[in-house]
């Protein structure tokens, strides 16, 4: 079965740093852009990144530009999404997504998602 699951959410404080995880299973994981997406409370849906299957380049959204980095390990079928300089303003649900294709800048060109970690930024 296809699966997506996000781990290393929690609370911290602004100024300080996260690690959030997406690891997959049920396909190749190697082959596929993989996308963090997030959902706060009154706002849209924003991709904040995006890292594509080959050439592992890289896509940030300008409210993260700077603060966050993705990567990637293949060998262990996980996303990293590193997350430093941390403003209350990125609090929110954190998704992860995968697409088989390409990086895309909307939810809907992506095949999988999954269930989402919640980051919570204080003061």
């Known amino acids: 079965q296809v699966q997506l699951v996000e781990s290393g959410g929690g609370l911290v404080q602004a100024g300080g740093s996260l690690r959030l995880s997406c690891t997959g299973s049920g396909f190749r994981f190697g082959t596929y852009a993989i996308g963090w997406f997030r959902q706060a409370p009154g706002k849209e849906r924003e991709e904040v990144s995006c890292?594509?299957?080959?050439?592992?380049?890289?896509f940030y959204a300008d409210s993260v530009k700077g603060r966050f980095i993705i990567s990637r390990d293949n060998a262990k079928n996980t996303v990293y999404l590193q997350m430093d300089s941390l403003k209350p303003d990125d609090t929110a649900v954190y998704y992860c997504?995968?697409?088989?294709?390409?990086?895309?800048?909307?939810?809907?060109?992506?095949?999988?998602w999954g269930q989402g970690t919640q980051v919570t930024v204080s003061s």
């Open positions: 997504t995968a697409s088989n294709y390409q990086c895309y800048s909307v939810w809907e060109g992506y095949d999988f």
């Open positions: 890292i594509t299957a080959g050439d592992r380049s890289t």
